[in-house]
């Protein structure tokens, strides 16, 4: 069982830098693939990156290469999301949610544990 609480979220302007924690309790997180996700009023929630147990295996949706680093520290039981030059589009609300496995990280339905979302709002 792994439980999952996501912060770091805020209000910033177009250009600025956030970084969102994930920090999950439960001794097997060393061994869960972790995703980041967002949802956007009137929007389904979609894929944003994802990191595997190790760290060594990262994926980024299109719209974020470049400006999102996703990384994780095992003995913190924590992984980061570092967002720079945000942008108003990437207004949401993020999610970070736990797999067993890296297999279909884009998927969300794959995924056994979410964390309580942190808004992130980008202003022009």
């Known amino acids: 069982q792994v439980e999952l609480v996501g912060s770091g979220g805020g209000l910033v302007q177009a250009g600025d830098s956030l970084r969102l924690s994930c920090v999950a309790s439960?001794?097997?997180?060393?061994?869960?693939?972790i995703g980041w996700f967002r949802q956007a009023p009137g929007k389904e929630r979609e894929f944003v990156a994802a990191?595997?147990?190790?760290?060594?295996?990262?994926d980024y949706t299109d719209s974020v290469k470049g400006r999102f680093t996703i990384s994780r520290d095992n003995a913190k039981n924590t992984v980061y999301l570092q967002m720079s030059s945000l942008k108003p589009e990437d207004t949401a609300l993020y999610y970070c949610?736990?797999?067993?496995?890296?297999?279909?990280?884009?998927?969300?339905?794959?995924?056994?544990?979410w964390g309580q979302g942190t808004q992130v709002t980008v202003a022009s």
């Open positions: 949610a736990g797999k067993s496995t890296y297999v279909y990280y884009r998927r969300i339905d794959t995924y056994s544990y």
């Open positions: 439960g001794r097997a997180f060393s061994k869960y693939a």
């Open positions: 990191i595997n147990w190790a760290g060594g295996l990262r």
